[in-house]
C-alpha cells in the first residue's frame, strides 16, 4: 500500500511559479514510477508529466514542456513538479501518482496510487 498526499498548490498569477510536491508513505516508493496529472474544471483528468524509479527517465506533456519539470528525491521519498510561466489554462486539480512498476508512462491508467489532489489556479 502507497499512501500519497500532495501539496504546495494556491493560487498565483499568469507567469509566475508553484512547486508541487508529494510525499509517499508505505511500501517502498523508489521502486515505483510516478506521474502527475491534473484534472482542469469541466474536463477529463490528463497527463502532465511521469518520472521512472530512479529519475533518469522523465517525460512532460506537450502543453507544459519547457515550463514543467518532474524531480524525485527517492531518499526523502517524495516527487515535485516544479512549474514556471504558468498561464491560466494550467488551472486545474493536480494530482500525484504511483504505478506498481519501475517505468513511467504517459497513461492514466497504467496507475494504482492516487493523492487527493492540490488545486493550482492561475489568474490572468
Known amino acids: 500500500q502507497v499512501q500519497l498526499v500532495e501539496s504546495g498548490g494556491g493560487l498565483v498569477q499568469a507567469g509566475g511559479s508553484l512547486r508541487l510536491s508529494c510525499a509517499a508513505s508505505?511500501?517502498?516508493?523508489?521502486?515505483?514510477?510516478a506521474g502527475w496529472f491534473r484534472q482542469p474544471p469541466g474536463k477529463e483528468r490528463e497527463f502532465v508529466a511521469t518520472?521512472?524509479?530512479?529519475?533518469?527517465?522523465?517525460s512532460v506533456a506537450d502543453s507544459v514542456k519547457g515550463r514543467f519539470t518532474i524531480s524525485r528525491d527517492n531518499a526523502k521519498n517524495t516527487v515535485s513538479l516544479q512549474m514556471i510561466s504558468l498561464k491560466p489554462e494550467d488551472t486545474a486539480v493536480y494530482y500525484c501518482?504511483?504505478?506498481?512498476?519501475?517505468?513511467?508512462?504517459?497513461?492514466?491508467?497504467?496507475?494504482?496510487?492516487w493523492g487527493q489532489g492540490t488545486q493550482v489556479t492561475v489568474s490572468s
Open positions: 501518482a504511483s504505478r506498481l512498476y519501475g517505468d513511467d508512462s504517459s497513461n492514466l491508467y497504467d496507475y494504482y496510487y
Open positions: 508505505g511500501r517502498s516508493f523508489s521502486i515505483y514510477a
Open positions: 518520472i521512472n524509479y530512479s529519475g533518469r527517465s522523465t
